[in-house]
Nanobody, 119 residues
Framework: QVQLVVSGGGLVQPGGSLRISCAAS????????MGWYRQAPGKQRELVAS???????NYYDSVKGRFTISRDKTKKMVYLQMNSLKPEDTAVYYC?????????????WGQGTQVTVSS
């Protein structure tokens, strides 16, 4: 059973930093594209940052220059470093990955972690 477990959310003041992590576990042959999404109350889920297996990154315009996505292939983890946080970054953040298991590649979601930016 493949799982993505997210950790590291919390409350932070505007201008502060936070790093959230996502760990993949289970029978995994390969992890392809990984990404972070977020969903604020009353809004649709949106892609914040993505990272391909070859290292290409893509960021939502409003987080460019402030957020950094990275991965540790040996630990099967992906991270999102968030700097200069703004109240509008408040949302539940979700990890997403395309994972090759025994039979095929499937898309998986981790549970959300709340990030609240407030003074």
């Amino acid at each position: 059973q493949v799982q993505l477990v997210v950790s590291g959310g919390g409350l932070v003041q505007p201008g502060g930093s936070l790093r959230i992590s996502c760990a993949a576990s289970g029978i995994i042959f390969r992890i392809d594209d990984m990404g972070w999404y977020r969903q604020a109350p009353g809004k649709q889920r949106e892609l914040v940052a993505s990272l391909t297996s070859s290292g290409t990154t893509n960021y939502y315009d409003s987080v460019k220059g402030r957020f950094t996505i990275s991965r540790d292939k040996t630990k099967k983890m992906v991270y999102l470093q968030m700097n200069s946080l703004k109240p509008e970054d408040t949302a539940v953040y979700y990890c997403n990955a395309d994972i090759l298991t025994i039979t095929k590649t499937k898309n998986y979601w981790g549970q959300g972690t709340q990030v609240t930016v407030s003074s």
